[in-house]
C-alpha cells in the first residue's frame, strides 16, 4: 500500500476531529474524501502531510511516517488548499519561478507548458492580485504540480472555476493518475464533479469513516430499487406496465422503479417489441444517491 492509515485520532483543545480512522490508498488511486463540513477531511490531508500530528494512530506514506518525515513528504507531494499560497504583489510568471527554485525544481519549459494546459499563459505577466478567483485557483494547481508530485492533496480544487476551468482541472487530475501514476486524495462538496476522476470514496461523518469503496461496489450495498428514466414511444395508461409501476414525465419520457438492475433488460425488451426506446437512464446511482443514502443509512 502506498498510504496506510490506521486507529488515526485527533482533537483540538476539547473538540474530537477524528476518532479511529483507518484506511488505505494504493499506488496510482484517486480517492475522492467526502462528507459534510466538519466530518474531518482537511484534518486527514494536514496530518499526512506532516503540518499537524496526531493523538494516536498510526500514519504511512510509502517508507515515510508523516510525524518524523514531514519535510520528506512535502517535498514528494503538491497541495492545494483554499489559500494556495500565492504572492499577491507579484506576477503568475513570477509565482511559479520562486516556487519552482524553492521545490528545486526549475523547469522554465514546464512552468510555461503548465500554463498554457490551464489557459493562464496569456495572463502570466499581471500581478497575482488582478487575477479573478478562478484564475488564483488554477495558477494554485500549477504551483502544486510544479516538480511533478508523486501525491496530490486537493482541497475544492475547484471553488471558484467556471465551467470551462473545471473541465480543465477535472481532466488534468484524470490524466495525472492514468498516465503519470499520481497518486491523489480529492476533497470537494461538487459530487458529480468527482464520478469523473475518483477510483474510491471515503465517505466521513463527524470525524469516523461510514463507508469506502468504489462506485459500483457501494452501489450494491446500497442501492435497493432502481429507478430508471426512459424516452420511449409508450402510450400505455395507468401506472405499471409489465408488472413493474411507472410514471410519466412528459409524452415521451416515462419513469419506472424497478426491483433491481436485472430487471432492466426485461423491461426494455418488452418495450423494444412494442414501441421505441431512445434512451433509458439510471437516475439514482449517482454519487449524490449514494452520499445521501450512505449518511441516511447512519443515522438509522
Not at 483543545?13 to 466530518?39: D, I, R
Not at 511559479?96 to 527554485?101: G, P
Not at 468504489?214 to 395507468?238: A, C, D, F, H
Request: proline share 3%; charged share 25%; with cysteine.
Amino acid at each position: 500500500m502506498f498510504i496506510e492509515v490506521s486507529e488515526l485520532r485527533k482533537s483540538f483543545e476539547k473538540q474530537l476531529v477524528l476518532e479511529n480512522v483507518s484506511f488505505h490508498v494504493q499506488q496510482g488511486e484517486t480517492v475522492g474524501l467526502l462528507g459534510p463540513n466538519g466530518s474531518g477531511k482537511t484534518t486527514i490531508i494536514r496530518l499526512l502531510n506532516g503540518v499537524i500530528d496526531p493523538d494516536g494512530g498510526e500514519m504511512r506514506i510509502g517508507e515515510w511516517n508523516p510525524v518524523e518525515n514531514g519535510h520528506d513528504i512535502r517535498r514528494m507531494s503538491g497541495i492545494l488548499t483554499e489559500g494556495a499560497g500565492l504572492y499577491y504583489e507579484l506576477s503568475g510568471l513570477e509565482n511559479l519561478l520562486f516556487f519552482a527554485k524553492l521545490y528545486r525544481s526549475y523547469e522554465v519549459k514546464r512552468i510555461q507548458q503548465l500554463l498554457e494546459e490551464f489557459q493562464l499563459d496569456m495572463h502570466q505577466h499581471k500581478k497575482v492580485g488582478t487575477y479573478s478567483t478562478g484564475m488564483k485557483r488554477r495558477l494554485g494547481m500549477i504551483k502544486a504540480l510544479l516538480h511533478r508530485p508523486s501525491l496530490l492533496f486537493l482541497d475544492e480544487p475547484t471553488n471558484g472555476l467556471d465551467p470551462e476551468g473545471i473541465h480543465l482541472v477535472m481532466r488534468y487530475i484524470k490524466k495525472l493518475s492514468e498516465q503519470e501514476g499520481t497518486t491523489v486524495l480529492l476533497c470537494s462538496h461538487i459530487l458529480h464533479q468527482m464520478e469523473t476522476v475518483c477510483d474510491t470514496y471515503l465517505f466521513l461523518e463527524k470525524g469516523r469513516i461510514l463507508e469506502r469503496g468504489t462506485k459500483e461496489e457501494l452501489e450494491e450495498r446500497y442501492i435497493r430499487n432502481v429507478v430508471l428514466k426512459v424516452e420511449t414511444g409508450l402510450s400505455v395508461q395507468g401506472t405499471q406496465y409489465a408488472g413493474y409501476p411507472f410514471e410519466r414525465i412528459d409524452e415521451r419520457r416515462v419513469r419506472f422503479r424497478l426491483p433491481h438492475k436485472n430487471a432492466i433488460t426485461n423491461l426494455i425488451q418488452a418495450l423494444s417489441q412494442e414501441t421505441w426506446v431512445h434512451h433509458v437512464e439510471i437516475e439514482n446511482r449517482d454519487l449524490e444517491s449514494l452520499y445521501f443514502a450512505i449518511r441516511g443509512n447512519s443515522y438509522e
